[in-house]
């Protein structure tokens, strides 16, 4: 149930959807969702340094 919410969240075509909250509210929720995948990027690299290493 958490992972099917937050690939939701992270899905691109929910990204451009409409939306009834207003502009603050939605750059904020751009943001967050840069900002994790950013973080699952990190993790994947570190993972991968260290597999390699």
Do not use: E, Q, W
């Not at 690939?7 to 904020?28: C, E, H, I, Q, W």
């Amino acid at each position: 149930m958490f992972l099917k919410r937050i690939l939701y969240y992270l899905d691109p075509t929910t990204l451009f959807g409409k939306s009834k909250a207003d502009v603050n509210l939605r750059f904020m929720h751009g943001i967050n969702r840069i900002s994790i995948l950013v973080f699952l990027v990190c993790l994947v690299v570190m993972g991968l340094r260290a597999c390699y290493h």
